[in-house]
């Protein structure tokens, strides 16, 4: 998101200190800081920093679906567990 959507969902926060970085909205909502790519028109000097939080995006995404993977697995695994123990 960038500065603007920053203000509403995390506020009191600078993106310039903040971006790159995930937070957890109030409603569970995962939110990741991140100038909007239209600003690297405006200032090439933030083609690289916006590359970056990409990049941590893109892995960060990864890691959710790691862990949501995990969680479900976890989850089949006490029901099986449930399922044998009333046999």
Do not use: C
Not at 55 to 62: G, P
């Amino acid at each position: 998101m960038g500065r603007h959507a920053l203000e509403t969902f995390v506020p009191d926060q600078q993106i310039s200190l903040v971006h790159g970085k995930a937070y957890t909205h109030s409603s569970g909502i995962p939110v990741f800081a991140m100038y909007h790519p239209a600003a690297a028109l405006y200032n090439p000097n933030l083609r690289q920093i916006l590359a970056k939080d990409f990049q941590i995006l893109k892995d960060f995404s990864r890691w959710k679906e790691y862990l949501l993977k995990k969680q479900i697995l976890l989850l089949l695994r006490k029901k099986l567990i449930k399922r044998k123990n009333k046999l």
